[in-house]
């Protein structure tokens, strides 16, 4: 039965890694934990807990607060660039430069 575990692990994450199911399985792929991370984070700047400038934890503290690896975090941040919601300075950190559209006209 082990080897059938083992099997049935490798298929729902080759599954998720394609964007689609196999016969049996759920319905929905299964989503990466950095992608999880990463619509965390998106949700809070988008909400405005993280606002433009802000300072992103590095990716050992950034890990701690949503209990992944560090490498998991990296990952994120790597997502969030790609999303266009923070840049990554050399030296300096990542910081949000996402800006929430304004309601009205100045």
Request: overall charge positive; aromatic content about 10%; cysteine-free.
């Amino acid at each position: 039965m082990g080897h059938y575990a083992a099997l049935w692990g490798y298929l729902r994450v080759l599954g998720a890694s394609v964007g689609r199911t196999f016969r049996g399985m759920e319905e929905e792929p299964i989503e990466f934990v950095y992608v999880q991370v990463a619509d965390r984070v998106e949700r809070e700047i988008r909400g405005g807990r993280l606002v433009y400038g802000a300072r992103l934890p590095n990716e050992r503290a950034m890990g701690a607060e949503y209990e992944v690896a560090p490498g998991t975090a990296r990952r994120a941040v790597q997502e969030l660039r790609e999303r266009g919601l923070v840049k990554t300075l050399a030296s300096k950190g990542t910081f949000v430069v996402y800006r929430p559209a304004d309601g009205g006209g100045s």
